[in-house]
């Protein structure tokens, strides 16, 4: 029996997030290229959650950016949970 994989969006907002601190604008440009990598490698999974990265992109970019203080903020309320 073939099971889909499951990708969790904190995954995928996660290596967003890394490939917009790392390449900036070119970040989408950056998924695509690592998505083509694994087609080329015949790994499907990885090609699907490279695009699944590229996708998050426009959604990221139309947050408001986290000041440090509030990151300090969150950080201390997960803690005392």
């Not at 969006?9 to 996660?14: A, G, K, Q, S, V």
């Not at 970019?61 to 309320?77: C, D, G, K």
Request: glycine share 8%; net charge positive.
């Amino acid at each position: 029996m073939f099971a889909w994989p499951v990708f969790s969006d904190p995954n995928i907002y996660r290596a967003a997030g890394f490939l917009i601190w790392c390449h900036g604008a070119n970040a989408n440009i950056e998924a695509t290229r690592i998505a083509d990598t694994m087609r080329g490698f015949g790994d499907r999974d990885g090609q699907t959650f490279w695009i699944k990265v590229g996708g998050r992109f426009t959604e990221l970019e139309a947050q408001p950016a986290i000041r440090p203080q509030q990151l300090r903020e969150l950080n201390t309320m997960r803690s005392r949970d």
